[in-house]
């Protein structure tokens, strides 16, 4: 089974200032992670992906990902936050060992971020 | 080019109605995805269908709840005698083939509210 975890509801930070979005995951073979921002009344964004490779992965929007296979985590980063950041920000996972047609990603429940002017 | 479309965005039905919400995947996307966004529950995976391979319908939350996809390309999902508790963001998304490394393309979604 996989399971995605996001442990803040919602994070506040001043514009300016960097940001991180933390995500936590599970899957029983590699993982494979994906960001997506949603705005409100709008589906959901791609902003980037890790799938093999370099740890720092760098995506949309001058967002960053750090995947650390010890910790179990691939936490979002942006190294100076834009009050147009503000949204909701999902992680997902898929593992890379998921039997027959089980090809959807796994969510987490979200993360609010609000920059603040 | 076109990004993922639904129709329509919003749908507004009494209980015990039937719906249909439609999804139309990126063009060339053999693989297509429907998910249910709901206020306290996150995205849950509902049914994947990918080329002429039988759909994955383990997401379907109950028989009330069908999906079809002709031609492999254009959607349809079904809601048989709407529940309250349908009520909810009915989120379409697309991929190149399905893979496991594949990235999903979201469309803007569909809000359902059952009265």
């Known amino acids: 089974a996989q399971s995605v975890a996001q442990p803040e509801d919602q994070v506040n930070v001043a514009e300016g200032n960097p940001l991180t979005v933390k995500c936590t995951y599970s899957?029983?073979?590699?993982?494979?992670l994906f960001w997506y921002v949603q705005y409100p009344n709008r589906g959901l964004q791609f902003l980037l992906k890790?799938?093999?490779?370099?740890?720092l992965v760098k995506g949309s929007y001058g967002f960053e990902a750090e995947f650390n296979k010890s910790q179990t985590s691939f936490h979002l980063k942006k190294p100076s936050a834009l009050v147009s950041d503000s949204a909701l920000y999902f992680c997902a996972v898929r593992d890379a060992v998921s039997s027959g047609s089980a090809r959807q990603l796994t969510f987490g429940s979200g993360t609010q971020l609000t920059v603040l002017p | 080019g076109a990004g993922v479309s639904q129709s329509p965005s919003n749908k507004v039905t009494e209980k015990g109605k039937d719906v249909e919400l439609r999804c139309d995947p990126i063009?060339?996307?053999?693989?297509l995805y429907w998910y249910r966004q709901s206020l306290g529950q996150g995205l849950e995976f509902l049914i994947y269908?990918?080329?002429?391979?039988?759909?994955?319908k383990s997401g379907l939350p109950s028989d009330r709840f069908s999906a079809e996809r002709t031609g492999g390309s254009v959607s349809t999902l079904t809601i048989q005698r709407t529940q309250q508790e349908d009520s909810a963001v009915y989120l379409c998304a697309s991929s190149l083939w399905g893979g496991s490394t594949d990235t999903q393309y979201f469309g803007p979604g569909t809000r359902l509210t059952v009265l």
């Open positions: 063009s060339g996307h053999t693989a």
């Open positions: 269908f990918q080329g002429n391979s039988a759909p994955d």
């Open positions: 899957v029983s073979g590699n993982p494979y």
């Open positions: 890790y799938i093999t490779g370099d740890n």
